[in-house]
């Protein structure tokens, strides 16, 4: 029989359920209709195997094998990373510190981290991997997605894809970063389109759950863009899209109309664009607040697509030329400080949207039935990761009902 565990004590329990809020036990009374987070004062949480099994009041926890004391700390769902490119080797260390002192970001500096990524052995390049997973599970992240995109040819995407697949289970085919170098000097972007779309993306596919492409100036236009995704979707792979970064462009609009998981970066919107999202059924808006943080660029106006009704996730774009941090707290404090987001949403964006970004049922939750993805801060209340900023606030993370971290102070 698999065995059964009480987390009890939680000061304050973030379920991302409101209906748990009043039917579970909580002190608010009737459910306030302001409460996005589900959250239950005094609480516990029951796991059996990988799942939970059980959340309420305390008091009213039903007996179990094990049990856990949170101390009156706050508990919530594993943050959910829906956007990193983990699978690189190299630094661009000169290259941030000369945007430091002026220079703008392009999309230009990919080039150095492909030639670095060539020339990694397999090993490295899992090596990397596995350091950025273990320090993203050490700040609450238990599931993460991640790109291909810095080898741009069928080789080296093939061997991205399937180092990234040892790690994750939500795998992302990038062929369409940049133009590669080989292709762009000879000025052939429709030859590296052909390519991505064909013998790339037929060596890729049996890697990948998610196809993407980066539909920016610099990059792919919306013609490409299409071409690119489509092709993706013929062959099964969803897509996702890198849209409206750097400047205004036909990007969201192409991943709603296209019916995209999520349309990521959305830093210059249009009022059309505002509205094409937050009509969409299926695309989220993911925000990456770690790209405009270190680029100096204007931030996402978050307060603009949550009032319109859109969903937002929050994610790190974990990568080394733009944003690289794998801190999804320090990404969440900059989305409230910086783009207009309270503590709830910003919280909320950071496990349940980035659950939706992946449509995924089973994460971004505590609710019975839900992966026992769990975060225990060493805080009484969620709103601290946004009010004590740069703190190590994490104290256990358990994935799929397993403690998989422990800080060495929370005892």
Known sequence: MTASTVITGIGSLVTNDP???????????????RDLLGLIQDAAVVV??????WVGESRKAPPTDNRVDAAGRALLPGFVDSHSHLVF????????????SGRPYTAGGIRTTVAATRAASDAELSANVARFVAEALRQGTTTLETKSGYGLTTRDEVRALRIAAEHTDEVTYLGAH????EFADADD?????????????????????????????????????????????????????????????PGVRLAVELGA??????????DQDVDALAGARDTVATLLPGAEFSTRAVYPDARRLLDAGATVALSTDCNPGSSFTTSMPFCLAVAVREMGMTPDEAVRAATYGGARALRRTDIGTVTPGARADLLLLDAPSHVHLAYRPGVP??????RAGKLAYAAPHAA
């Not at 998981?261 to 249009?270: E, P, R, V, Y």
């Open 261 to 270: 998981a999520s349309a990521d970066h959305c830093a210059h919107l249009t």
């Open 89 to 100: 080797a190299g630094d661009r260390t000169e290259e941030f510190a000369a945007r430091m």
């Open 393 to 398: 606030l994490t104290a256990a993370v358990w």
């Open 19 to 33: 209906s748990l809020s009043a039917s579970g036990g909580g002190t608010r009374g009737p459910r306030d209709p």
């Open 189 to 249: 972007a429709a030859g590296y389109v052909d390519l991505v779309t064909g013998e790339m993306l037929d060596a890729c596919a049996p890697y990948a759950r998610w196809i993407d492409v980066f539909c920016e100036e610099g990059a792919f236009d919306g013609d490409q863009a299409r071409t690119v995704l489509t092709a993706g979707l013929a062959r099964g792979l969803i897509p996702r899209v890198h849209a409206n970064q750097l400047g205004f462009g």
């Open 48 to 53: 059996e195997g990988d799942r939970i099994a």
């Open 178 to 181: 940049v133009v590669a170098p």
